[in-house]
């Protein structure tokens, strides 16, 4: 699921088509919600697919905004906008239970545009505590010899900073421009090599808590 650029470790990014497989499964075949949504964007149609969600459940149904991941902190190696319907009794689309997520895909370029057909996902238990919303890579750190390095490694996991990655060059020898860390890659180790503050040597592995 993680996507590594061994030149640059900064590119490093979460895989978006694998992370949505992960996370939501196959989309739904349904006759009905692909002639709403053929050739056309998903914001029109959020309450003809709702109307059709509750057709097929007999149960009543709110709907999210529509989402788009880039306007949020993330590290996929490609957007996509989503909604999320949840049943209108439970009021807390993160952790309920029965949801069904349209998501429409962005095919690159300009992110006011360009965006793929929609497939509707569901449904689905507990969005949150499933990881659907760990959009980030987060960074262990370790010796040479695999002990973790407990200082720099708390303060480069998912969850210490808005933006682990971004945070590496706090805690390691960065060059002139102050934000960009000096690293290596090491096939054999399996991540990158830097030098921490304290002259230690790491390893710092890439992961995303939806891997888990």
């Known amino acids: 699921m993680i996507n590594i650029d061994q030149k640059n470790y900064e590119y490093t990014s979460i895989d978006r088509d694998a992370f949505l497989a992960k996370q939501l499964g196959k989309p739904i075949v349904n006759e009905a919600i692909d002639d709403i949504l053929a050739g056309d964007w998903l914001m029109p149609h959020v309450d003809e697919i709702k109307a059709e969600i509750e057709r097929m459940t007999g149960r009543e149904y709110a709907a999210t905004d529509v989402f788009n991941t880039y306007n949020d902190e993330n590290d996929f190696n490609s957007e996509f906008q989503f909604v999320v319907f949840y049943p209108a009794d439970d009021g807390d689309y993160l952790y309920a239970n029965d949801v069904f997520v ?26 949150a505590d499933a990881g659907f919303f760990d959009w980030l890579v987060g960074w262990n750190v370790s010796d040479l010899n ?51 503050l304290s002259g230690k040597t790491a390893v710092l592995t890439p992961y995303t808590n939806a891997e888990y």
Not at 111 to 125: A, C, E, F, S, W
């Open 102 to 127: 349209a998501i429409e895909p962005h095919n690159g370029g300009d992110v006011r545009g360009n965006y793929g057909k929609v497939q509707l996902y569901g449904p689905i238990d507990d969005l």
């Open 146 to 196: 695999g002990e973790t390095l407990e200082g720099e490694n708390d303060q480069a996991c998912i969850g210490y900073a808005q933006n682990p990655t971004c945070h590496l060059a706090k805690l390691f020898v960065t060059r002139s421009n102050d934000w960009e860390v000096v690293t290596r890659y090491s096939e054999k180790l399996g991540g990158f090599m830097a030098r921490t």
